[in-house]
Nanobody, 127 residues
Framework: QVQLVESGGGLVQAGGSLRLSCAAS????????MGWFRQAPGKEREFLGA????????YYDLSVRDRFTISRDNAKNTVYLQMNSLKPEDTAVYYC????????????????????WGQGTQVTVSS
C-alpha cells in the first residue's frame, strides 16, 4: 500500500555531504514512523535512526548521530537523511523504511521489523 523510493546517492569524497530523499506514494506517511538503514557488502543491515510522525527524531547509531540529520515533510510525503562529514566507512546501500504508529514501533524498527522498505540508493565515499 506504500511505495518508498530513495534518491540522492552517489560518489562523494571524504569530508563531503549528501542529502538522501525517500519519497512515499500510495498513502500519506503522517501515520508512520520513518527510519533509515544502511548495509555494506558482507555486513548486516544497520539501523541509523528514525523520525516519528510528529517530527521527533531518535538517532540510534553512535557513529553517525553527530553527522547525520533525519527530517520529514509530511506535506511532501518525504523523509530526508542529510549526511555531513562523510567517511569511507559510510559507504553502503542506504534504505528508508516505514512503520505504522504503535507503542513499540521504534523497538521493532531497530530490529528491522517494519511495514515497508524502499529499494535503496548506493552511497560511495572515497578517500
Amino acid at each position: 500500500q506504500v511505495q518508498l523510493v530513495e534518491s540522492g546517492g552517489g560518489l562523494v569524497q571524504a569530508g563531503g555531504s549528501l542529502r538522501l530523499s525517500c519519497a512515499a506514494s500510495g498513502r500519506t506517511i503522517s501515520n508512520y514512523g520513518m527510519g533509515w538503514f544502511r548495509q555494506a557488502p558482507g555486513k548486516e543491515r544497520e539501523f541509523l535512526g528514525a523520525c516519528a510522525w510528529n517530527g521527533v527524531t531518535i538517532y540510534y547509531d553512535l557513529s553517525v548521530r553527530d553527522r547525520f540529520t533525519i527530517s520529514r515533510d509530511n506535506a511532501k510525503n518525504t523523509v530526508y537523511l542529510q549526511m555531513n562529514s562523510l567517511k569511507p566507512e559510510d559507504t553502503a546501500v542506504y534504505y528508508c523504511a516505514a512503520a505504522l504508529r504503535g507503542s513499540n514501533w521504534y523497538t521493532s524498527m531497530s530490529r528491522g521489523d517494519v511495514d515497508y522498505w524502499g529499494q535503496g540508493t548506493q552511497v560511495t565515499v572515497s578517500s
